[in-house]
Structure formats: structure tokens, C-alpha cells
């Protein structure tokens, strides 16, 4: 099986840190200097718990939540931040006084769609969008997109790794961003330049890990 060399980006929390490999990475719309592996925090539960705790200190305060919309596999980690954020007297408006996790299909055309069982879990209710990155932004905009046509509220958007504040002028908290990272780089696909000197591809990779070349 390929593999790459990977090291830890340690922080000073308990099963609370990020794996990052270096080299040459593509997307399907961007290339990297570093590849971010989530795959690990988004299955194993002391370490999703460990990114619930860090990111429900964004919400517990003054943001409405009755739906979490886990996008890139995120339903671990979606889990257990509903569990973190219905601690206490965290405020909700749905009439069962929870937190729904929903996750969306996908149509050919990479728009989001929820099936009518799904649906009354996004109208009318406040909806926080968890991703595992947001980087181009493209995945979370759809997201926003869906919610906006179902009736529902954006409230926000979380995710384990970031390299924006705002996205569609809603925030995006993150328990990591670039500055963890020595000299991370990210281009469009077209404008690369590890591609321009040469420099080939080591994998290409997506939510669900990496495909070495």
C-alpha cells in the first residue's frame, strides 16, 4: 500500500493534533505544498471528540443550533459536537429541544440535495455546516447554497483545517489554519508554481485521503 511520510502538528490538548505530509498535492481545483490527513480525526472517537470540545467553544455562547450539516464524512466528529453543544442550557428552537445530523446527497452536478425525509431537518431550523476543510470554499458554498433553497438559517461553519474566515460572508472557525503550518502554499490548479519548475504531482487527494502517483 502507498503511503507517505507524515508528522504531527502536536498542540498543548489531549488527542489534539493534525497529520500533514509535505510534497506536491492536487485537488480537483487546487494544489498544495502540504496534504492535511483527516481521515484519522474524522474516524477515531477520542480524537473527534478532542476537535468537538475545541470547536463547540465557537457556539455554546450566543449561536442557535437545531441541525449540524456534516459535509466530508464528518459524522463522527458532527456527533460529538452535538453532544458538546447540548450540555447545560444550550439554546435551541426545534420542538424536540436536540441536535439533528444530517448529510447531504450529491447530484451529478455536484449540487446538495436532501430527500423529503430529510427535508423538515433543514427548513426553518438554525443549521451549522462542519466540514473537514475549507479551502477553496467551493464545497462550502454549495452547502450554503442547499440550505438557502431548503428554508433554512446558516448560522456558521466549522472545520478541522481553514485557510479562510468567511466564507459567502458567514464564518468559518477552524481548529487549525496556515499559520500552524511552515510555509503552506495553495494555488489554483492552473497557476501552480510547483508545475511551472517541474516539480511532479506525489498524490492526488480529497476528503477521503490520497491516491499516490
Do not use: W
Amino acid at each position: 500500500m502507498p503511503t507517505l511520510t507524515t508528522y504531527k502538528v502536536k498542540t498543548k490538548g489531549k488527542n489534539l493534533y493534525l497529520r500533514v505530509s509535505k510534497g506536491h498535492f492536487a485537488t480537483g481545483r487546487s494544489h498544495s505544498n502540504y496534504f492535511i490527513d483527516v481521515t484519522v480525526q474524522k474516524s477515531r472517537l477520542s480524537e473527534a471528540s478532542a476537535l468537538a470540545k475545541e470547536l463547540a467553544a465557537y457556539y455554546t455562547k450566543n449561536t442557535i443550533v437545531d441541525t449540524i450539516l456534516c459535509l466530508d464524512e464528518m459524522q463522527v466528529v458532527g456527533t460529538c459536537l452535538a453532544d458538546e453543544l447540548t450540555r447545560g442550557d444550550f439554546m435551541n428552537m426545534n420542538a424536540h429541544q436536540t441536535i439533528y445530523i444530517v448529510t447531504p446527497e450529491s447530484t451529478s452536478g455536484n449540487q446538495l440535495l436532501f430527500r423529503d425525509s430529510l427535508a423538515p431537518m433543514i427548513e426553518g431550523k438554525h443549521i451549522l455546516i462542519l466540514a473537514a476543510s475549507v479551502n477553496t470554499g467551493y464545497t462550502a458554498r454549495a452547502a450554503i447554497e442547499a440550505v438557502n433553497y431548503y428554508g433554512g438559517s446558516v448560522v456558521g461553519i466549522a472545520s478541522i483545517f481553514a485557510t479562510v474566515d468567511s466564507c459567502m460572508e458567514y464564518p468559518v472557525n477552524s481548529v487549525f489554519n496556515p499559520n500552524d503550518l511552515d510555509n503552506y502554499e495553495m494555488h489554483p490548479s492552473h497557476t501552480c508554481p510547483m508545475c511551472r519548475n517541474g516539480q511532479k504531482i506525489d498524490a492526488l487527494v480529497n476528503s477521503f485521503g490520497f491516491s499516490k502517483l
